[in-house]
């Protein structure tokens, strides 16, 4: 090779290397902002309202934490058909708008008993965690009372109001 190609080389070589740190430069700096803004939002959210169960019973003594991991897992259990018939119905409802031949009046009622059964799911959730909340001692009560300010949990994890609201970010 000769030495202007050299030359040509070395200075593609030095651009290139440029760029890629740029670049880097570029990639933390932006994730420094992110998890900034992120620490930010975890600090701004009253009682950590947004915490999952796990995170609110991982500090819980592990006795304690058993018999709320218990309590909760037998209450979801056993709401667990009115969400499924929620569920259901809704499905039933998309399908009836579908349909060839499209009846509101049924819609509007598959809705309707959807709406129900997914508040009477939600109703037997929030009871039992106020009666388990009253075996709690007062500092455990304050660690898991932001369960009670979730509206319903979608998969994935967010949360969603109910299904005819419009999902929050």
Same mark, same amino acid.
């Given at each position: 090779?000769?030495?202007?190609?050299?030359?040509?080389?070395?200075?593609?070589?030095? +651009? #290139?290397?440029?760029?890629?740190?740029?670049?880097?430069?570029?990639?933390?700096?932006? +994730?420094?902002?992110? !998890?900034?803004?992120? =620490?930010? !939002? #975890?600090?701004? /959210?009253?009682?950590?309202?947004?915490?999952?169960?796990?995170?609110?019973?991982?500090?819980?003594?592990? !006795?304690?934490?058993?018999? #709320?991991?218990? *309590?909760?897992?037998?209450? *979801?259990?056993? $709401?667990?058909?009115?969400? !499924?018939?929620?569920? /259901?119905?809704?499905?039933?409802?998309?399908?009836?708008?579908? $349909?060839?031949?499209? %009846? *509101?009046?049924?819609?509007? %009622?598959? +809705?309707?008993?959807?709406?129900?059964?997914?508040?009477?799911?939600?109703?037997?959730?929030?009871?039992?965690?106020?009666?388990?909340?009253?075996? +709690? =001692?007062?500092? %455990?009560?304050?660690?898991?009372?932001?369960?009670?300010?979730?509206?319903?949990?979608?998969?994935?994890?967010?949360? /969603?109001?109910?299904?005819?609201?419009?999902?929050?970010?």
């Amino acid at each position: 090779m000769s030495a202007r190609g050299l030359k040509i080389a070395l200075v593609a070589l030095v +651009l #290139v290397n440029v760029f890629a740190l740029a670049a880097l430069g570029t990639t933390l700096v932006q +994730l420094n902002r992110v !998890e900034t803004r992120l =620490e930010a !939002e #975890v600090e701004a /959210r009253p009682n950590g309202e947004r915490r999952s169960p796990r995170r609110m019973m991982r500090d819980l003594d592990p !006795e304690v934490r058993d018999l #709320v991991g218990e *309590a909760l897992r037998a209450s *979801a259990l056993a $709401a667990r058909p009115d969400f !499924e018939e929620a569920r /259901r119905l809704r499905r039933e409802a998309v399908e009836a708008v579908a $349909a060839e031949r499209f %009846d *509101a009046a049924a819609v509007a %009622d598959l +809705l309707e008993r959807s709406r129900a059964a997914e508040l009477r799911g939600r109703k037997r959730l929030e009871d039992d965690s106020l009666a388990l909340m009253a075996t +709690l =001692e007062p500092a %455990d009560r304050a660690r898991l009372a932001p369960m009670l300010a979730r509206s319903g949990r979608g998969r994935g994890g967010r949360d /969603r109001g109910p299904p005819d609201a419009p999902q929050a970010d």
